[in-house]
């Protein structure tokens, strides 16, 4: 059971303040936290638990500049037995497309029987990544997966696998899929196991393969900003609408209004 | 005259929202496609769309985006209409990236703005989870898809179009690749919050699982159900029969009180009914703020058993 998963180091902005650059191309980081991206992170335990149950080797992937490898180490460290960097300066600016292109030409050749990827990101959260690598990579797809178990599979020579994915309406659907199949994995599918300071460190000298846009292959009009499909205009705060009636003063007094209130909306 | 094909899941509000955005981009001829329609869901489509193909779907299958793709990739080739649209709802996640790599069709993604600029696609989209709104762009002379934020654009106003109805013949592919074995509905659990007249939310903020008690003490002071954001039931800190939100429960209480909740389209998306909202987060940014009645920017740890106090206080 060859696995290769593809993962995303992501800013997380949640306890940060948004602060947009001049011309409205980037955002201010300097407060950002990074991590690896919450779905990839179920997508490298699922990956890894499936290594645990059925032996082969489990490859983590990323895009991205220098300082997205600690996001590979991080997946060695959760048991991943080999790491691939897609670095190269042309990447800046590639869009899902762009990144999807260059991950299916380094997967081109591999043998696998598996693609986990995020259902989406944290960042642009389009969600399009792991279908993109489907449609690239003519193989079918299992979106937001919950639940995922393999019967047999020996490196891209056929077997099946059963996933349990959202659909709507709150309902879940499991189906069986040929492998090799792309899954993109929902979150709360596992628990994602602990990774220690220590364990980063056991990982410190292990091999991670870098390949720029050559060695993938691709053509310099193919890569980040030149080759991207969907461009930014321009990033902006979200419009406040209407917005909330912010209530303003003491914890006492703004929880004796809010009494009031819920009182006057039937909530008393 | 430009033509828009329209990817229905099923006949309800969001096939009139991709109705209503196709028809926001001038003057269109506008095509349904729906998967094993009955004939009066047909005649529905048909009000709002100028043509509507019905792919047949085998007796007692049910919509499925493998078998759609399959479907959908050799008509729309054929087609070539100027812009695909989908809704993005989870099986949007599963069909559209998937059918504009098959076509080779740039696509934009959860839109919640859509307009036309000679032939450029524009979008408005967010970004970091709703915190960041971004403004994008593609090239769509040669066809573009785009999936709709469902929610975000009106439903279409019924004006009968007359449209004509077809019946898609579907030539026998390969063997299906995935294979659908049974629909499961969520776990039933012992509570059903969307019958609660008053629910407390739970999010992220909260945390620690300990610290749910001050969230649930609140809950019991209102004679409410506790509901929670997806998160909480990831950790397994609260069964799956109280997540509200797209994957999970859609409610339509009186009263919403989200508690460290940040307001994600998802969970946003089972909030229905426009109940009376009121968030307490300690993040001055948080989307839930832009959709709340009242908000109040502070420490939850604070609030939250004031808060109880003085409802208990009130009610003696």
């Given at each position: 059971m060859n696995i290769i998963v593809c993962i995303k180091r992501v800013a997380d902005t949640s306890e940060a303040e948004i602060v947009i650059q001049r011309g409205g191309?980037?955002?201010?980081?300097?407060?950002f936290a990074w991590g690896i991206n919450e779905w990839d992170n179920f997508a490298v335990e699922a990956a890894v638990q499936l290594k645990e149950q059925h032996g082969g080797v489990v490859t983590a992937m990323t895009l991205g500049?220098?300082?997205?490898?600690e996001v590979l180490r991080r997946a060695l460290a959760m048991g991943c037995d080999e790491a691939v960097h897609l670095c190269d300066?042309?990447?800046?600016?590639?869009?899902a497309w762009g990144i999807a292109k260059a991950l299916a030409a380094a997967v081109r050749g591999r043998s696998y029987d598996l693609l986990l990827c995020g259902a989406?990101?944290?960042?642009?959260?389009?969600?399009q990544v792991g279908g993109f690598l489907a449609g690239l990579l003519d193989l079918p797809l299992v979106a937001l997966a919950t639940c995922l178990e393999v019967g047999s599979g020996n490196g891209g020579t056929g077997g099946v696998a059963r996933v349990r994915h959202e659909v709507e309406s709150g309902l879940e659907r499991v189906v069986e899929v040929d492998l090799p199949a792309v899954v993109t994995v929902q979150t709360g599918i596992n628990e994602p196991r602990y990774v220690s300071i220590r364990g980063i460190r056991k990982v410190a000298g292990a091999e991670v393969q870098v390949l720029d846009g050559a060695a993938l292959g691709l053509q310099a009009a193919e890569l980040g900003s030149a080759g991207a499909r969907v461009r930014l205009e321009e990033l902006f705060l979200p419009p406040r609408g209407e917005g909330a009636e912010v209530l303003e003063g003491s914890d006492e007094e703004i929880v004796q209004r809010l009494v009031e209130m819920l009182h006057q909306r039937g909530g008393l | 005259m430009r033509t828009i094909m329209a990817i229905v899941e099923?006949?309800?509000e969001t096939a009139l929202e991709l109705a209503h955005a196709a028809r926001s981009l001038g003057e269109v001829h506008l095509t349904a496609a729906v998967f094993g329609a009955e004939d009066a869901g047909c005649a529905e489509l048909a009000r709002y769309f100028d043509r509507v193909v019905n792919f047949p779907l085998s007796p007692g299958a049910v919509f499925d985006a493998e078998h759609a793709a399959a479907a959908l990739t050799p008509w729309l080739a054929a087609e070539q209409p100027f812009l695909i649209l989908l809704s993005h709802t989870n099986n949007g996640l599963d069909l559209a990236p998937l059918l504009a790599a098959r076509l080779d069709l740039p696509m934009l993604a959860d839109c919640l703005e859509l307009g036309l600029r000679d032939e450029q696609l524009t979008a408005v989209r967010t970004l970091y989870a709703g915190k960041v709104h971004a403004r994008v762009v593609a090239d769509a002379k040669g066809g573009a898809l785009a999936t709709l934020r469902p929610g975000a654009f009106d439903g279409d106003e019924a004006i009968d179009r007359g449209g004509r109805i077809e019946t898609a013949a579907v030539p026998p592919g390969p063997p299906a690749r995935r294979r659908l074995l049974e629909t499961v509905a969520a776990e039933a659990g012992s509570?059903?919050?969307?019958?609660?007249?008053?629910l407390v939310a739970v999010g992220?903020?909260?945390?620690?699982?300990?610290?749910?008690e001050i969230v649930q003490s609140l809950a019991a002071a209102l004679d409410a159900e506790v509901a929670c954001t997806r998160p909480i039931v990831d950790k397994n800190?609260?069964?799956?029969?109280r997540q509200v939100g797209t994957s999970g429960q859609s409610v339509s209480p009186k009263v919403y009180l989200a508690i460290?909740?940040?307001?994600?389209f998802q969970h946003l998306g089972?909030?229905?009914?426009?109940?009376f909202l009121v968030a307490i987060n300690q993040?001055?940014?948080?989307?839930?703020f832009a959709v709340a009645d009242v908000g109040v920017v502070g420490d939850l740890f604070d609030l939250v058993p004031l808060l109880e106090e003085k409802i208990r206080a009130r009610k003696g």
């Open positions: 191309q980037g955002l201010e980081e300097e407060d500049g220098e300082d997205d490898e300066e042309a990447f800046a600016g590639a869009d989406v990101s944290g960042d642009a959260g389009g969600g | 099923v006949v309800d509570v059903d919050i969307t019958q609660a007249e008053i992220r903020g909260i945390e620690e699982q300990e610290n749910l800190w609260l069964p799956k029969s460290g909740v940040s307001g994600s089972g909030v229905k009914g426009k109940p993040d001055a940014a948080a989307p839930i």
